[in-house]
């Protein structure tokens, strides 16, 4: 089957995507270093490292390849190795996404600096998928964090049903699009759709807008700052790129 990283990071782009999740894990996801790459240098929008990271030399990678944010996985790691992880992060100008299954995981992502948590809904023991797992986290998720929707996201239901029952905002679905012909369609029609499964009703709120731009707009400006110029105009010009994008994937509906 056709699969050309830099096309999808555009089509995605142009579908309204706020940031990218490129695998980069060759021995068990098939994934490649160079995806990344490619992905980075063909669209504006920022990109999320996702791999196992296990080592601070990784984050260190993960920028010089380009990566404006990296994925930590709290079941495989330490406190002490998110902590470090992190810290090395925010010093290269990066963001980082924590993922998280269950109740104490999430109780550890909450001591770390970082707004983004990610909420997978699949148990990495079983493969079992739940969306009950968003629904269930999301009651203690305090103010100033973020929670992001990972897996089994995949129908304009699916999507309904975590805005409303987990206040779910964020969403970082993967497998769904890739399953189809064009995944940055496929994008969009997942969230234009909302508006069937709430009775077509379907707004952009200005509180979701603000809570996204917060840590996709920091990112970006520091990857900008850190990698391309000094320039105030060009500094400018990334910001408005990266807060039209924010704005295309802040598609919830109000209650």
Do not use: W
């Not at 999430?106 to 600096?113: E, G, I, P, T, V």
């Amino acid at each position: 089957s056709y699969f050309e990283p830099a096309d999808i990071a555009q089509s995605y782009a142009e579908n309204g995507a706020a940031c990218l999740s490129v695998l980069t894990d060759q021995q068990f996801f098939q994934g490649e270093k160079d995806y990344l790459r490619q992905a980075r240098a063909s669209c504006h929008l920022p990109v999320l490292r996702k791999d196992f990271i296990i080592d601070a030399y990784q984050v260190y990678e993960s920028r010089a390849m380009g990566a404006d944010c990296i994925l930590l996985i709290a079941s495989i790691l330490t406190d002490a190795q998110m902590k470090e992880f992190e810290a090395i992060a925010i010093d290269l100008g990066m963001a980082v996404l924590v993922e998280v299954h269950d109740e104490a995981e999430f109780d550890r992502a909450l001591q770390l600096k970082t707004p983004l948590i990610g909420v997978n809904n699949r148990n990495l023991r079983t493969f079992e998928v739940s969306l009950e797992v968003s629904v269930a986290l999301s009651k203690k998720l305090p103010a100033g964090k973020i929670l992001v929707a990972e897996s089994g996201v995949a129908t304009p239901e699916d999507v309904a049903f975590l805005s409303e029952q987990a206040q779910a905002k964020t969403f970082l679905v993967g497998e769904a699009f890739m399953r189809e012909p064009d995944p940055g369609k496929a994008l969009n029609d997942l969230f234009a759709r909302l508006e069937d499964a709430f009775e077509g009703e379907r707004r952009f709120t200005a509180d979701a807008a603000h809570e996204l731009r917060t840590p996709l707009a920091a990112l970006k400006i520091q990857a900008q700052v850190a990698m391309r110029s000094t320039d105030v105009e060009v500094r400018h010009a990334a910001l408005e790129n990266v807060l039209r994008g924010v704005d295309r994937a802040t598609r919830i509906v109000e209650q």
